[in-house]
């Protein structure tokens, strides 16, 4: 699979109206590489700037279904064209897309952002910004799809931390941004903007009493977890050497100047915030297109290589909460309809109380037997904070195992 980008000249077409239309499929002009260009490529649409003053960069994500090859323009696209030519009503060299994302305001990949990163400065179109198509290197690839599923999100937890390594390691000298500098390498480990990670930097010093009146206010919960977490304030001081070992153990121990490709739950993500804003249609309106869609292009997704960043389990943890809940769910009342597994125990999951990625520990005190569809309502529903509330409570009124079996 290739990695594309394909740019769009705002002043000749529409493309945040085209894009908000969400089209069933979309129509491309190819100026180059055409017959390089095959059906499950991934392509980033890039808007440039033009006399609107958009702010330039990458607006959304599709997967090429048709391979590029003489055709006529989309019939739902004809109406955003600003200009009128050859290019907008006659036949050309055009590539049919499936769109993947859209990009709300605070998820597009700004320009100035690539100006200063490492890996995506020398991208081709940073320098001539033509309205033209071309490959990506792997190396640049990588670094977009990591920012691409980043870009927009809160940090979690695990951000935070290295966030705040990166303030240790600058605590008291000029921060720079410039390649090589701990924001820098910070952004590529993490797979952040350098941006993000310098104004991440700034929160921080904010929230430090040893610098009063320093720093940017926007610090998150998160960012105020993780300094009430490593700040001594007796000592007036970071503890470094147990901030440094948490961050080896949740980003692998290496600063990296090698860009990480998405993590699967990041990409995943996106397929389900695209899915909610697709909810905004009536579902006419959904089936038209899917209609539209399922009529052209191929119904087996394309095949995407993803690194995962996972949590080493401990399965006597696991095994222990099965069997203290007796495979029941421990939240009380709970009726959900339950079913056995082949080896005739009742299903449930275990769930970690304060999750893996806040910090939690791997251990039986922080653990519960649900069933399927309360491990899913607390992680995702309304109850979610009363939920947790109730298994901490059940967790700490509860003796411990091993008086239970005396």
């Known amino acids: 699979m290739q990695t594309w980008i394909f740019q769009g000249n705002p002043d000749e077409y529409d493309i945040d109206a085209y894009l908000a239309s969400r089209p069933a499929q979309v129509v491309w002009l190819v100026s180059r590489y055409a017959k390089e260009i095959d059906v499950g490529d991934r392509v980033y649409f890039w808007r440039n700037q033009g006399s609107r003053k958009a702010v330039p960069g990458i607006i959304a994500e599709g997967i090429v279904t048709a391979a590029p090859e003489l055709r006529g323009e989309d019939p739902q696209g004809i109406q955003f064209w600003r200009t009128e030519g050859p290019r907008a009503s006659a036949p050309q060299v055009r590539a049919v897309m499936r769109l993947v994302k859209v990009a709300t305001s605070r998820e597009v990949l700004r320009r100035d ?3 200063e990163d490492p890996v995506l400065r020398d991208l081709a179109n940073l320098k001539m910004q033509a309205g033209t198509n071309y490959r990506l290197t792997p190396e640049h690839a ?12 809160d940090w979690t937890r695990n951000e ?7 303030y240790a390691q600058t605590f008291g000298q000029p921060v720079s941004r410039l390649p090589g500098s701990p924001v820098a390498t910070m952004a590529l480990t993490i797979g952040r903007a350098v941006s993000g990670v310098y104004a991440k930097v700034m929160n921080f010093r904010s929230l430090d009493p040893r610098v009063p009146g320093e720093g940017m206010s926007g610090a998150g919960e998160a960012d105020r977890a993780v300094w009430g977490e490593f700040y001594d304030a007796t000592a007036a001081l970071i503890q470094t050497a147990a901030l440094r070992s948490e961050f080896d153990r949740v980003w ?23 899915a909610d804003r697709l909810e905004e249609l009536m579902l006419d309106q959904l089936l038209a297109k899917y209609e539209a869609q399922t009529a052209v292009q191929p ?6 290589i993803l690194s995962a960043r996972a949590y080493d389990r401990n399965p006597l943890v696991i095994a222990i909460a099965r069997l203290r809940a007796s495979h029941c769910c421990e939240v009380p009342g709970c009726t959900h ?10 299903y449930t999951e275990v769930h970690h109380i304060v999750p893996l990625a806040a910090g939690g520990e791997d251990t039986i005190d922080n653990v519960a037997c649900l069933c399927p569809s309360h491990h899913r309502e607390v992680h995702l529903g309304v109850r979610a904070a009363e ?6 409570a059940i967790r700490s009124e509860q ?8």
């Open 142 to 153: 990588a670094r977009l799809d990591a920012l691409w599923t980043r870009t927009g999100r």
């Open 399 to 406: 003796p411990p195992i091993s008086e239970q079996l005396r």
């Open 299 to 304: 119904q087996r997704p394309a095949i995407r």
């Open 113 to 115: 952002w690539c100006l």
């Open 387 to 392: 939920l947790s509330a109730r298994l901490m």
């Open 252 to 274: 692998g121990g290496t600063l990296t100047d090698k860009p990480p490709y998405a993590e699967a739950s990041a990409t995943a993500a996106i397929t389900t915030d695209e």
């Open 160 to 166: 935070s931390l290295a966030g705040l390594w990166a």
């Open 337 to 346: 309809p339950a079913f056995e597994t082949a080896d005739r125990v009742q």
